[in-house]
């Protein structure tokens, strides 16, 4: 009887464990996809400034 106790608490361990090891991986695939909206959202900022130092409007894309 108590080894199967033991078995029965070995296994929800194990489950136990296993969920949390795909909350972390989610969690990592969370911070890399604000990670890379951050980049983007850099890479944009950059592309408004380049525009904006040739004269032109990002909202219009008109130069002057």
């Known amino acids: 009887m108590q080894l199967k106790r033991y078995a029965h608490a070995c296994a929800?361990?194990?489950q136990l464990s296993a969920v949390s090891y795909q909350l972390s991986?989610?969690?990592y695939q969370l911070s890399a996809i604000s990670y890379q909206r951050s980049?983007?959202?850099y890479q944009l900022s950059a592309v408004s400034y380049q525009l904006s130092a040739i004269g032109c409007r990002p909202r219009y894309l008109r130069c002057f």
């Open 12 to 14: 929800f361990s194990g």
């Open 39 to 41: 980049a983007i959202s």
């Open 25 to 27: 991986a989610i969690s």
